[in-house]
């Protein structure tokens, strides 16, 4: 059940809605304006990775060795 974001052609309100099925894209209406006239609207999203990350900040800098002695 995703939320998508559509904007109203009609008055330019964007909202964003939770869908069940696609088919019920169909019968959403502008809850400003009430138009069905709306568009979706190509969304970002955000998703977090689980595992280990291949990144190390660890303090590997203090090895480095700068050739004097």
Request: aromatic share 12%; with cysteine; glycine share 10%.
């Given at each position: 059940m995703?939320?998508?974001?559509?904007?109203?052609q009609?008055?330019?309100?964007?909202?964003?809605?939770l869908v069940?099925?696609s088919s019920?894209?169909?019968?959403?209406s502008?809850?400003n304006?009430?138009?069905?006239?709306?568009?979706?609207?190509?969304?970002t999203?955000?998703?977090?990775?689980?595992?280990k990350?291949?990144?190390s900040?660890?303090s590997?800098a203090?090895?480095?060795?700068?050739?004097s002695t």
């Open positions: 995703p939320i998508y974001e559509f904007q109203c009609e008055c330019g309100n964007p909202f964003e809605e069940f099925s019920a894209i169909s019968e959403l502008c809850p304006c009430g138009s069905e006239d709306i568009r979706k609207k190509l969304s999203f955000a998703s977090k990775v689980s595992g990350s291949s990144f900040f660890g590997s203090s090895s480095c060795s700068t050739g």
